[in-house]
């Protein structure tokens, strides 16, 4: 009896395990074609972004010159009279965000991330990890608050030429925003510099400093561009903080101080409702958008070149 009892225990477990097996072999098969699917999806969603833009593009420029549009300094398409459509203010207002948000970003991240790098302790790791990550996870709306409400107000006692609306306040505050991705992206890069070039250099008679800026530095330079790159393209991605503290002016001027728009926040703008389907002002849209994704392609194939020249391998 309790052979027979043994036996049945011994095949119903090699049933079981003829199941599993089956199973495991149907998760297999699958997998492959799940993974690939996963990856269709992604290139078709960016064929269908881009198709879209360059077709509602091609619209706008039926209705407006190119030349018009890529070398015309005044940007006017509410005008009832006599519509401009120049994008240079609107590109004018996004470089001059991008640039004042990377004079505060790329000093302060890349200096946070040495000190991570090579000489913070576990401990103040530790602590100072929650705090970025805290930092990256504000909504982009409550920086804009910021922007207009604390930090203008700041600015205005030293720059009393200020406006309310002005390029420096959203730049710095962008500037911000950025810090964790160059911080963290720069110190993972740091990090993966192997430790015996860090003991060689000591060895040699270098200071920590010279072996931070003169070796770590330069051995992980492909990885500090790809996160100033991704950095650039959040700060001209920017869209809330430029919305709510740069203003609606577009000019095509060097002047900081003044209320500027930016690409992104013209997109807002018109997608709020204030034009109509099938207008000139309703397709603009699509051609600015289209001008912000030539803008970040761009970028992307510069610093991929960058990143190709000076990677380190180890």
């Not at 199973?23 to 881009?50: R, Y």
């Not at 790791?125 to 990550?133: C, G, Q, T, Y």
């Not at 309310?164 to 720069?186: E, Q």
């Amino acid at each position: 009896m309790a052979q027979d009892i043994g036996r049945v225990h011994v095949i119903r477990h090699l049933i079981e395990k003829s199941r599993d097996r089956k199973i495991k072999k149907m998760i297999e098969k699958m997998m492959p074609i799940l993974l690939v699917l996963a990856a269709s999806v992604c290139i078709a969603t960016t064929f269908g972004i881009l198709f879209t833009l360059v077709f509602e593009t091609f619209e706008f420029f039926q209705r407006v010159s190119i030349i018009e549009y890529f070398f015309g300094t005044e940007w006017y398409p509410f005008s009832s009279g006599n519509p401009s459509f120049g994008v240079l203010p609107l590109i004018m207002g996004t470089l001059k965000v991008t640039i004042i948000a990377m004079i505060v970003a790329v000093p302060f991240g890349l200096a946070v991330a040495i000190y991570l790098s090579e000489y913070a302790s576990g401990r103040t790791r530790k602590f100072i990890k929650p705090v970025l990550e805290i930092l990256a996870g504000v909504p982009t709306i409550v920086y804009g608050f910021f922007a207009l409400t604390f930090v203008t107000p700041i600015l205005q006692i030293f720059i009393p030429s200020l406006k309310l609306f002005n390029a420096i306040s959203p730049g710095i505050v962008v500037g911000m925003m950025i810090l964790p991705s160059i911080i963290s992206l720069s110190e993972d890069a740091m990090n993966a510099v192997p430790n015996a070039i860090r003991e060689g250099a000591l060895a040699l008679g270098a200071t920590k400093l010279e072996v931070a800026l003169k070796v770590v530095l330069p051995a992980a330079f492909s990885g500090i561009i790809a996160s100033i790159v991704l950095a650039i393209s959040r700060a001209i991605g920017e869209t809330m903080i430029v919305t709510l503290a740069g203003g609606a002016m577009p000019s095509f001027d060097f002047s900081v101080t003044g209320s500027i728009q930016t690409m992104t926040a013209y997109i807002v703008q018109v997608s709020s409702g204030d034009a109509g389907y099938g207008t000139v002002i309703y397709y603009s849209m699509y051609a600015v958008g289209f001008t912000l994704f030539i803008f970040t392609l761009l970028m992307n194939f510069i610093a991929h070149k960058i990143s190709k020249r000076f990677r380190e391998e180890y």
